[in-house]
């Protein structure tokens, strides 16, 4: 969604949130932290998840079929 509105690279942003608002605002920065920081506890559930429902469908798929 970001790239699409800014037209910048996910790794640029990741880089200026991380570093470069801490200069900027660290009140701001370190809410931000605990957002990414969040993110990147769960983010491995979340493939688990679309993994799986990944192949649910894929599987009555070619039962139909």
Not at 3 to 31: C, M, W, Y
Not at 37 to 54: V, W
Request: proline residues 2%; hydrophobic residues 35%.
């Amino acid at each position: 969604m970001i790239l699409k509105i800014t037209f910048v690279f996910v790794t640029s942003i990741h880089k200026d949130v991380t570093e470069r608002l801490g200069q900027i605002n660290p009140s701001l920065a370190n809410r931000a932290r605990v957002v990414l920081d969040l993110n990147k506890s769960e983010r491995h559930i979340r493939g688990g998840l679309a993994t799986k429902e990944k192949y649910l469908h894929k599987s009555k798929y070619n039962q139909v079929y």
